[in-house]
């Protein structure tokens, strides 16, 4: 069933956190990484998972051999470095309406919402910990999401557990379980203005045709951002 906003989950879990076979590097990381801010910042340094030569899904084990993560393998590692502190593994999955959709880790922190993540786009990293609901979060993904074809039309919150058994976490093979799981799950529908979406769109392909790059500094609601890796930080 999807979370409801009527029962917001706990800032941390009351559970222990399961016990697992971490390698001695990878209890390191878990180590140095006791908040979703530092978990963030290690994703940030991590090369971009591009993929060549085949597609992948790894677990937070392949994350850490590899040293090179895309969106839902930051997501997944991020949710198993942290579920070790007492966090609830939960990620936010969004369906855009070119098909390519974007999966983030979310948590609940002292003030709201917030999300580690990592993208090819400046604008679909992690948000701070201020956002009242998840849906709250998942709107200020609007605008970051706009480019040539991409647009959120949806989204779910989604706790890794209800996988039971299923190893999402330290598998050494690929984990496509995960995905179909957040491809069947039900998606909260968003409504949002298409003259908006327009708007927004002709002014991305408008700095993308005029700088050769994606934009990221005239986005609205940046303090309300993370950090973003080195690589757009570069760039206005």
Request: charge should be positive; glycine fraction near 8%.
């Amino acid at each position: 069933m999807p979370i409801s906003k009527r029962l917001p989950l706990p800032r941390t879990d009351p559970a222990e956190p399961p016990v697992l076979a971490f390698t001695p590097a990878e209890r390191r990381v878990i180590a140095r990484l006791r908040t979703p801010g530092a978990v963030q910042h290690w994703l940030n340094d991590l090369p971009y998972n591009t993929e060549k030569g085949g597609e992948t899904l790894r677990s937070f084990r392949g994350v850490v051999r590899t040293g090179t993560a895309h969106c839902l393998e930051a997501a997944l590692s991020a949710a198993t470095i942290l579920e070790q502190h007492r966090y609830p593994p939960l990620v936010l999955s969004f369906e855009s309406i070119d098909l390519l959709d974007h999966v983030i880790f979310v948590y609940r922190g002292p003030q709201g919402w917030g999300s580690v993540a990592r993208s090819r786009d400046p604008g679909l990293h992690g948000r701070k910990p201020v956002f009242a609901t998840p849906r709250a979060l998942a709107l200020s993904y609007f605008e970051g999401y706009i480019d040539f074809t991409g647009g959120i039309k949806a989204y779910a919150v989604v706790d890794l557990r209800v996988l039971g058994h299923y190893d999402w976490r330290l598998l050494n093979k690929n984990v496509w379980k995960v995905e179909q799981l957040l491809l069947d799950w039900p998606h909260r529908r968003i409504a949002y203005s298409a003259e908006r979406a327009d708007r927004l769109r002709r002014k991305y392909r408008a700095f993308y045709q005029a700088h050769g790059y994606k934009p990221w500094k005239y986005y609205k609601g940046r303090d309300r951002w993370t950090t973003l890796p080195p690589e757009f930080r570069e760039r206005g």
